[in-house]
C-alpha cells in the first residue's frame, strides 16, 4: 500500500511538469484534428442513420410521442447526438490511451528513470514491435469485450462497473510492458507482474474510473453544441492527461517494484554448487 499510494502522489506531481505538459500537446493536437474532421465529415450522417432507427423501434416511437405531449421535444432531438457520443467515446479513450503510450509514455519513462532511478540497469528485455503488438491484441479484446458487454450496460450497476474493468484491463496490459520494457529483463517483467497484478488492475481500473470525468464533458458538448468546439477539445485533452498520468504512475510502481526485486536478489545466498557426479568404478579404486 505504501508503494501504491507513494507512485500515487508522484505521478500527480509529475503531471505539473512543463516537459510532461508540453508532451501532451501533440496527442492534443491530433486527436482534435482527427475529431473535428470526423464529427464535420460524418457527424449529420451519424445522426440521420441512428434517428432512422430509432424510428423503427415501436417502443421509441410510443416515447416520443409521451414527450411532445408533455412538451419535452427537446429531449427527443437531444437522443440522437447521445447516443452517437455513447458509440464515439470508447473509440476516443482507445486512441488516446494508444496515443499516450506511443507518443508520450517513452519521453516520461525517461524523465522518471532519470530524476529518481539513474543508478537502475537498462536490461531491455522487450522491444518496440512486441509492445505495438501487444498492444494491438489487447486493444482488439477489449473492443470484443465492449461490444459483447453493451446489453448488460442497460442494468445501471454494471454500466458503472463493466466498462471500468475493461478500460483498467486494457491500460494495465498496455502500461506495464511499456513502462518495463527498458529497464527490466523478461524475466523481471513476469515475475513484477506476478507480485503485483491485483494492484497493478487495481491502479487500471481506477484509471478507467478517472477516464469517465472527460465524458460528462463530452457529452456537455453534444447538449450544449454552440460551446462543442471548446468543449470537445477540452474533454480530449483531459483523457490525455488522464492516461499520462496512468503512464507515470505504472512508471514509478514498477520501477521502484523492480528495484526492490533486484535488492533482494543481491541479498539472497547463492545457490549451493551441486555435488559433483560419482561413478562406481570410481569408488572401487584404492585411495592414492
Known sequence: ??????????????????????????????????????????????????????????????????????????????????????????????????????????????????????????????????????????TLVALIALVISVPLWLVPPLVLVIPPLIWGWLTYRVLVYDVLSEHASRDERLEIVRRHRPTLLAMGVLTGYLGAAPGLVWASGVMFVALAPVLVPVAIWIYTLVFAFAALWFAHFTLSALEVLRAEAAAAPPPAPAPLPTHPDFERLPPP
Open 1 to 138: 500500500m505504501k508503494l501504491l499510494l507513494d507512485s500515487f502522489w508522484r505521478a500527480a506531481a509529475y503531471c505539473l511538469h512543463p516537459r510532461v505538459i508540453a508532451l501532451s500537446v501533440l496527442p492534443l493536437v491530433l486527436m482534435v484534428v482527427a475529431a473535428l474532421g470526423l464529427g464535420y465529415l460524418f457527424w449529420d450522417a451519424a445522426i440521420d442513420a441512428v434517428n432512422g432507427t430509432l424510428e423503427t423501434w415501436s417502443l421509441v416511437t410510443m416515447l416520443f410521442e409521451w414527450l411532445d405531449r408533455f412538451g419535452m421535444s427537446g429531449l427527443k432531438s437531444a437522443l440522437a447526438p447521445l447516443i452517437v457520443v455513447f458509440l464515439a467515446t470508447p473509440v476516443i479513450v482507445i486512441v488516446a490511451l494508444l496515443c499516450v503510450a506511443i507518443l508520450m509514455t517513452p519521453s516520461m519513462l525517461h524523465l522518471v528513470a532519470e530524476r529518481r532511478f539513474a543508478s537502475l540497469e537498462r536490461r531491455r528485455g522487450g522491444s518496440l514491435w512486441m509492445g505495438a503488438l501487444g498492444a494491438l491484441l489487447a
